[in-house]
């Protein structure tokens, strides 16, 4: 079992930055890979970023070149560096690891991130 505490949403006007964390308990051992997924009203959940335990980080288009994502292995947390805000990040933020060779995910609770215009 693995726990995730996240950290960091909030409200920001577009243009500016938020960071939000995302520490791992428990059987930390297990984890494969982390990262976060957003989901906005009425969507579906979908990928923002995620980092491999070698630190290979994969983006969605729409993030990349303003979010970038990174890790602590000591600390297990991983960081998301959200910069150039847009309305269209508002979102629930959701961490996310992968666990074991089966891969079994584990989410946070998730944080609300609103950009306003």
């Known amino acids: 079992q693995v726990q995730l505490v996240e950290s960091g949403g909030g409200l920001v006007q577009a243009g500016g930055s938020l960071r939000l964390s995302c520490a791992a308990s428990g059987s930390t051992f297990t984890i494969v890979a982390m990262g976060w997924y957003r989901q906005a009203p009425g969507k579906q959940r979908e990928l923002v970023a995620t980092i491999s335990s070698g630190g290979s980080p994969n983006y969605a288009d729409s993030v990349k070149g303003r979010f970038t994502i990174s890790r602590d292995n000591a600390k297990n947390t991983v960081y998301l560096q959200m910069n150039s805000l847009k309305p269209e990040d508002t979102a629930v933020y959701y961490c996310?690891?992968?666990?074991?060779?089966?891969?079994?995910?584990?989410w946070g609770q998730g944080t609300q991130v609103t950009v306003s215009s």
């Open positions: 996310n690891v992968k666990s074991g060779l089966l891969m079994y995910d584990y």
